[in-house]
């Protein structure tokens, strides 16, 4: 199983960007799909999530200018990203939960600049 996230880039404060991260393999990446970011010297973050219900929550700092979303029969999630800001610049991972653990993505670089 392999999760491949790309995307990622540098871009000026109020661009946007849009992840992609494709699952490969025994698993099915979309019914509990997450994003996570990393910045520099924090802790890894919930950046959105899918709720057992089925629901996409978002963290309040990226709420109305992030969305998640799937493809299952690419078997692939995105989140897209608009009007970026400086405290967005984060490593990103994509992550699904399965039967038999976690798995996450390596990670794909966004860099905002002011």
């Known amino acids: 199983v392999q999760l491949q996230a790309s995307g990622g880039g540098l871009v000026q404060a109020g661009g946007s960007l849009r992840l992609s991260c494709a699952a490969s393999g025994r698993i099915s990446i979309v019914p509990k799909m997450a994003w996570y970011r990393q910045a520099p010297g924090a802790q890894r973050e919930l950046v959105a999530g899918r709720t057992p219900s089925g629901e996409i929550n978002y963290a309040d700092s990226v709420k109305g200018r992030f969305t998640a979303f799937g493809d299952g029969a690419k078997n692939t999630i995105y989140l897209q990203m608009n009007n970026l800001r400086p405290e967005d610049t984060a490593v990103y991972y994509c992550?699904?939960?399965?039967?038999?653990?976690?798995?996450w993505g390596k990670g794909t670089q966004v860099t905002v600049s002011s």
């Open positions: 992550m699904t939960d399965s039967p038999w653990g976690a798995y």
